[in-house]
């Protein structure tokens, strides 16, 4: 039988790829792409844009197509024989992208194409991969350029050992409660967790450190003793303050020595370290103009924070007679105080949200706005819950998805976006190929013949991921490197995710995507006005964590010393912007994926940071918002065209000024969020 991971007629196989199929299929194609690379490089080869590009990257987008579905599956289907085969091949797919990028050869022939040769889109792909030969150690020599290619080889494989352990860490803690331990929790929860002690043989009911059972159970149960359970099981995963078997999975050393490569990475390229190399294909000019931007916003924010917390002890003694809260009471408190205070409560909203008018809503919004249709489709999938949609405009395929929304064991946590395939105007067919996009949550199943039932946070989740999908499959260009996400600068890739998040605060919107799981009424617009009146709840401190996370991933990377324990900078940077530090034994960065395993490093102020431009580009959506209250599909177009359709193809200032007509600032944000002075 064939091997499906060689198969690039259509999209991946994902119903027939085994891990025997991976050994060879990445043999195979690393044997493709190195005779590519081998040929470009030859000296008569001409040093044409058209020419390298017919010849290596038809080729390493094969190779790339094929490690994008396997690296897919172990995010999603993860079995031990899958693990195994993927970290076999790891280091060899590493080796060839690390040695690609310093080829000095492929460096010189890219540096002797003439410019003035290239369309505006190849132009900037051309410039963009110029700079990359360089952060990529193509100027390198001698014994500098092998270290350099180690220090790849073992970051990647530190960085997926880091993945395993938060997901292993995850997965191996269970809780089997009593149900009397389990009052104030909600019934559906209850139900999956008496569900999945049944399936194992076993009383009680079975909690888990996933979110759609973690989070409820911190912000319902009444009992303080099974919320300190499941706190000190959740911020311990993964570190040396876990508990017995669990150490096992500790991510400390593994910390160490990613920080102590990067920065070994940072110095042979002639930086200081490696907060300077993350700035260099960014917005922000400098690790120092980041550090003041964040301060900056911790500065106006701390008042709100300040006050947050104030009202939250002083509901604490007053109405449940605790003068000393701890920090696994907070989230059940900032849950009663909502209540109390807005008169309502997330179980409350959470009956309104069932998946498929979520589903049916949002499709209508990006109908609406963005001039399109989204129709069911089929393809090959992973697991029967995953769906396929395609993308229409004019009765032209824009764009294809996968949609695979609920938690499952083997399926790491958190909520993303990932490309399956890129729009290219192909230069070995002529074929435009179409984009694909892989859209991934984690959200609760639905109970007893019941559809899913999603929280706002959940929503606003699933618009954010959507806007990251729609970046990627809206665009209009033609050229690879600069199409959809690519060749965006990461601080700004953020953007038309956190862009659409601003649509589940529209009543308008939300009214028409809501439906009683039990009587199918929509949701009321008293429980709307009272959602929004929350809205702004506790944001002063939510803004003040997301600084606290950013600012210790910027220090780490600039002032830390690696061969130090980078604990005591947690705890440095708590104390300058935290208003609720944890406890000592709290270890967050011990599964902070984001920077350690998943391409965020000394570059997680890109949330804040690209949430300023999304502010100020909703903020011309509410200015020209009909009488209706709906969005102007005038404004969509605008917006589609000056920043979806464009990708990469420009800097994304150019874009946002297209759009927009000047700078961002930072009132919209500030506004948005109940801060504004």
Request: hydrophobic fraction near 40%.
């Amino acid at each position: 039988m064939s091997n499906p991971l060689l198969d690039f007629s259509d999209l991946p196989r994902f119903d027939r790829i085994t891990p025997d199929d991976v050994g060879p299929a990445v043999d195979m194609l690393l044997e493709k792409a190195n005779a590519a690379l081998e040929t470009v490089t030859a000296p008569d080869f001409p040093a044409r844009w058209d020419a390298i590009a017919k010849v290596l990257d038809v080729a390493t987008e094969h190779l790339g197509t094929a490690w994008g579905a396997i690296s897919h599956l172990n995010s999603v289907a993860d079995t031990p024989e899958l693990r195994a085969a993927y970290n076999a091949a790891l280091p060899r797919v590493t080796e060839f992208w690390t040695r690609l990028g310093a080829d000095e050869r492929l460096y010189a022939k890219y540096k002797a194409i003439d410019p003035a040769t290239l369309t505006p889109e190849q132009r900037q792909a051309h410039k963009n991969a110029v700079r990359n030969f360089v952060l990529s150690g193509a100027e390198l020599t001698g014994a500098a350029k092998e270290r350099f290619a180690q220090i790849q080889e073992r970051q990647a494989e530190l960085s997926q050992k880091f993945s395993e352990n938060a997901l292993d860490a995850t997965d191996a803690f269970a809780y089997y409660a009593t149900a009397q331990e389990l009052d104030g929790v909600p019934a559906d929860v209850q139900q999956t967790a008496l569900a999945a002690a049944q399936a194992e043989g076993k009383s009680g009911y079975k909690l888990t450190l996933k979110m759609p059972c973690y989070l409820p159970v911190m912000q319902f149960a009444t009992r303080s003793a099974l919320r300190e359970t499941m706190y000190r099981a959740y911020v311990t995963r993964a570190s040396d303050q876990a508990e017995g078997e669990a150490r096992r999975f500790d991510n400390s050393a593994l910390i160490r020595e990613i920080l102590m490569l990067r920065r070994e990475e940072a110095r042979l390229l002639g930086y200081d370290n490696f907060g300077q190399v993350s700035v260099v294909p960014k917005m922000a000019k400098s690790p120092d103009e980041v550090v003041s931007f964040l301060r900056d916003l911790a500065r106006r924010a701390r008042p709100y924070a300040e006050k947050d917390v104030a009202d939250l002890r002083e509901f604490a003694a007053s109405q449940l007679g605790l003068h000393d809260p701890q920090a696994w009471d907070w989230p059940y408190l900032a849950e009663k105080l909502k209540e109390a205070r807005y008169a309502f409560s997330e179980q409350e909203v959470k009956q309104y949200f069932t998946t498929p008018k979520v589903l049916a809503g949002l499709f209508r919004i990006i109908e609406t706005l963005f001039e399109v249709s989204i129709r069911r489709d089929s393809a090959p999938v992973w697991h029967p819950a995953v769906e396929f949609y395609r993308i229409e405009r004019n009765g032209q395929l824009v764009g294809q998805f996968y949609l695979d929304l609920p938690a499952r064991t083997g399926k790491r946590g958190g909520a993303w976006m990932d490309d399956v395939r890129t729009r290219w105007l192909r230069p070995d067919t002529g074929v435009l190929q179409t984009p694909v996009a892989h859209l991934v949550c984690n959200f609760a199943e639905g109970v007893e013949g019941k559809p899913p039932l999603l929280t706002h946070d959940d929503v606003i989740t699933l618009f954010h991921e959507f806007g990251h999908g729609l970046h990627h499959m809206l665009t209009q260009v033609n050229e690879r490197d600069v199409s959809g996400i690519s060749g965006v600068e990461w601080d700004a890739v953020e953007l038309p995710s956190q862009f659409m998040e601003n649509f589940c605060w529209e009543w308008d919107v939300l009214r028409n995507m809501t439906a009683h799981v039990n009587t199918g009424a929509p949701l009321p617009r008293e429980l709307f006005d009272k959602m929004t009146a929350a809205k702004n709840f506790q944001s002063g401190m939510a803004t003040l964590r997301q600084i606290e996370f950013s600012l210790f991933d910027m220090l780490l990377h600039t002032d830390h010393d690696p061969a130090q324990d980078f604990m005591p900078l947690l705890a440095e940077v708590r104390s300058e912007v935290s208003v609720l530090p944890p406890p000592s034994f709290s270890r967050t960065a011990h599964t902070f994926s984001h920077i350690f395993a998943g391409g965020y490093a000394a570059g997680y102020y890109s949330y804040k940071w690209a949430e300023v431009l999304s502010a100020d580009a909703y903020a011309a959506f509410e200015e020209t918002a009909g009488s209706d209250g709906l969005p102007s599909t005038e404004t969509g177009r605008r917006y589609r065209q000056a920043i979806l359709e464009a990708g990469g193809s420009r800097p994304a200032m150019e874009s946002f000024k297209a759009f927009r007509g000047r700078e961002p600032t930072l009132d919209a944000l500030l506004r948005h969020q109940g801060m504004a002075s």
